[in-house]
């Protein structure tokens, strides 16, 4: 499942709502099974130029009885994605051709240090950090960069800045490189 068209979009006011909503059908479909479910990615930032496609983080005590209730996933429209990751579930959710949700599910001890979670917060804080990774989004749409490409294309900054945000949290850099 790859995407053909790589579109950044200028931030939605309604992305918010629209992550609150699909928390609270996951948290529905599947009670108790995540302690934790958060907005991630751009579109969690406010002002942030992002893909249009709504990230959450989900925590969970155990990773196989989530994948075991598989139908209650795919009754919400996600279905499972490998990707090559191997600390988590990624699940993704479509509209016809197109991913509108992506849930990536951890387990919950890797909650706290979580690189995504960490880089969300930063960015939320320093509005010139969050101008720059715009910036260089858009000019990677601008340059026809494949969606297959854009991941990897975005990785120095995103490396810099979360060295930055995880510094101030005392924490030791990782690769922000998942695959």
Do not use: C
């Amino acid at each position: 499942m790859s995407e053909t068209h790589l579109e950044v979009a200028d931030y939605d006011p309604a992305w918010p709502a629209l992550a609150a909503a699909a928390i609270r059908e996951l948290h529905g479909a599947l009670p108790g099974a995540f302690p934790e479910i958060e907005h991630i990615g751009s579109t969690a930032v406010p002002g942030l130029a992002a893909k249009p496609v709504i990230d959450l983080m989900a925590a969970a005590d155990d990773l196989a009885a989530v994948a075991a209730r598989a139908d209650a996933l795919a009754d919400l429209g996600y279905r499972r994605h490998a990707n090559g990751m191997t600390d988590r579930l990624l699940y993704v959710r479509l509209a016809g051709r197109r991913r509108t949700h992506i849930l990536h599910v951890v387990a919950a001890e890797s909650w706290p240090t979580r690189n995504q979670r960490i880089l969300r917060d930063h960015l939320r804080r320093h509005p010139r950090d969050a101008a720059r990774y715009a910036e260089l989004k858009r000019a990677l749409v601008a340059a026809g960069t494949t969606p297959g490409d854009y991941a990897r294309a975005k990785t120095a900054l995103i490396q810099e800045l979360t060295d930055r945000a995880r510094a101030r949290l005392g924490l030791p850099s990782v690769p922000v490189w998942e695959k």
